[in-house]
């Protein structure tokens, strides 16, 4: 199964890639072993993703740009508001990436 890079850059994949570095450089961890430890991070954040996230959210907001690069769609909203069943939040600004997950299963 493929999988994207995309949560490695989510605050949690972010801090992940900082333990593997300070572990690498420490001489803890070889780099084969952080590589494949990303590795198994993009599979196991897809997997949870699709598993077992089951809500479902409805966004407004002012698209201030979007593009679509490498079957990736890129949106930046402005002033958008995020609607679930019981509660909202708007935020000021907010970036969506977003795949083809049949992409995935290639």
């Known amino acids: 199964m493929a999988t994207f890079e995309l949560y490695r850059r989510s605050?949690?994949?972010m801090c992940l890639t900082e333990a593997l570095d300070e572990m690498v450089s420490s001489c803890?961890?070889?780099p084969e072993l952080?590589?494949?430890?990303?590795?198994?991070?993009?599979k196991s954040m897809t997997e949870a993703l699709e598993s077992q996230v089951k809500s479902k959210v409805t966004?407004?907001?002012?698209l201030h740009t979007y593009r679509f690069c490498d079957?990736?769609?890129?949106?930046?909203?402005?002033d958008a508001l995020f609607k679930k069943e019981d509660s909202q939040e708007t935020v000021g600004r907010v970036k969506i990436v977003a795949c083809d997950s049949k992409l995935l299963l290639q």
């Open 11 to 13: 605050t949690f994949g």
């Open 28 to 30: 803890t961890l070889s």
């Open 34 to 42: 952080a590589i494949q430890v990303l590795v198994q991070f993009d």
């Open 59 to 62: 966004i407004k907001g002012h």
């Open 71 to 78: 079957n990736v769609w890129t949106f930046i909203l402005q």
